[in-house]
């Protein structure tokens, strides 16, 4: 039987790129020179793709496939992924949420303590000697402090039990209240942002939480308050945070994710209030392989059944 042939855009793990190549026929668009002129040329052999929360794949990119009927994503975002499009086209879209839950929450409260204890600075310090020259500065205090959650998913939630094992009260901003919660829904983002000792940005990414994050709610977090953002660098105004972060109107920000990865603002690598990681809240072993497990599984139970095993929700423009 001839085997399925897949489009794989961008690098996988080595150890996913061996498995898919044991059961598909794949192609590595990434070793392609011109891969537009070989879309235009070979497109439509394609009856699967592989690519990542970061690849995804325009509008314009899944035109060039035109008799795709599967697309397996590495990661829980699909903002990079024209999901509404692929779904119009009857294309099934698999992903893999809730695998990386645990290691995203791990992440996002490692940067709440660490711009909060500077304990990257504290680090250096130590490093450098200068403990001999006495005593780091005082820092800010994370446990009983209120934290603010926007975006109360999967991830929202690890983060928000979390803060609860730190005895902090939590208050969250969806786009609508959650029934399944205990925690306070707050309707405005600006009165959640006044409310907090520390925003936290675990919202989707895309066009409709686009700056979110503006100059007025990161006043309204204040010289005291610290954002920390392990969702994507859109949601946040970048330009206005580091203007904040410059002028001392906002306390600090820890970041996983910025607008145009893998650049990082200078003025923000200038700045000695930010904690700033190269997006890599779901990097660890176990929880990458979970991913690359579920890539797999996806892309069988769609070759056996016409069913990705966990489908991204149906989606309209
Ligand atoms: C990426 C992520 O999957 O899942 C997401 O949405 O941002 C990450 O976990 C990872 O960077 C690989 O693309």
């Known amino acids: 039987m001839n085997r399925p042939r897949i489009l794989q855009n961008g690098r996988l793990l080595p150890s996913l790129e ?24 070979h497109g ?23 008799n795709l009927k599967v697309i397996s994503s590495f990661g829980v975002g699909y903002d990079a992924l024209d999901v509404v499009g692929a779904q119009s086209r009857g294309i099934a879209v698999g992903y ?15 940067l709440v303590i660490n ?10 310090f130590t490093r450098r000697g200068d403990w001999l020259k006495g005593a780091f500065p005082l820092t800010t205090k ?21 803060a609860s094992g730190f005895d902090m009260a939590i208050r969250y901003h969806n786009r609508k209240p959650r029934n399944d919660v ?22 989707a990414g895309g066009a409709e939480t686009k700056h979110l994050v503006s100059r007025e709610i990161l006043e309204a977090v ?18 206005a945070m580091i203007d904040a972060l410059e002028h001392g109107q906002l306390g600090g920000a820890g970041l996983d994710v910025y607008t145009h990865e893998p650049n990082v603002p200078e003025r ?3 700045l000695d209030n930010v904690v700033l990681l190269p997006h890599l809240a779901s990097a660890t072993h176990e929880t990458r392989q979970a991913m690359a497990d579920l890539v797999l599984a996806n892309l069988h139970a769609f070759f056996e059944s016409g069913h990705v095993k966990v489908a991204v929700p149906p989606l309209t423009a």
């Open 18 to 41: 061996a498995a898919l190549e044991q059961s598909f026929d794949v192609h590595p668009l990434w070793k392609e020179a011109d891969p537009d002129a070989y879309l235009r040329d």
């Open 44 to 66: 439509g052999e394609f009856v699967g793709m592989v690519t990542s929360a970061i690849k995804g794949g325009s509008r314009e990119f899944l035109a060039m496939l035109p």
């Open 96 to 110: 893999t949420p809730d695998v990386l839950n645990d290691c995203v929450a791990d992440t996002a409260f490692s």
């Open 115 to 124: 711009v909060a204890r500077r304990f990257p600075a504290c680090d250096q």
């Open 142 to 162: 994370v446990s009983g402090k209120r934290m603010g959650i926007l975006g109360l998913g999967r991830i929202g939630q690890t983060i928000a039990r979390r």
């Open 182 to 203: 205990a925690y306070d829904y707050e309707p405005s983002l600006k009165a959640l942002a006044e409310w907090c000792d520390f925003l936290v940005i675990a919202s």
């Open 222 to 239: 204040g010289p005291k308050g610290f954002v920390v953002n392990i969702s994507r660098g859109s949601v946040i105004d970048e330009d």
């Open 268 to 270: 923000l690598l200038k």
